[in-house]
């Protein structure tokens, strides 16, 4: 189920129950502990390097290999282990759709 409302004030949105990393709406610091909104629950997710507005992060622990889910959808996999607050990018994401070799 999609979230209907997101908190103004949260730092980052979560769209849906599925997502693994949420999208920051202002640049964070590492070191930063962040209070995002999580199907209506406050997750405390603590900030490992500095990121970019619009950039994402991972909201849990991701293992090698498993899908990164944004707005409910997978939108690659994880091509190393990345820690909750770890910055999510082309550096640790591999995309996955419209790979000829991913058929």
Known sequence: MALETFDRESPAIVMHEKDNVCT???PVQAGEELIIDVQGQPHTVLIRQDTPFGHKIAIRSIQAGEHIYKYGESIGMASVDIQAGEHVHVHN???IRGRG???
């Open 24 to 26: 920051l709406i202002r």
């Open 93 to 95: 994401l591999e995309g």
């Open 101 to 103: 070799d991913r058929a």
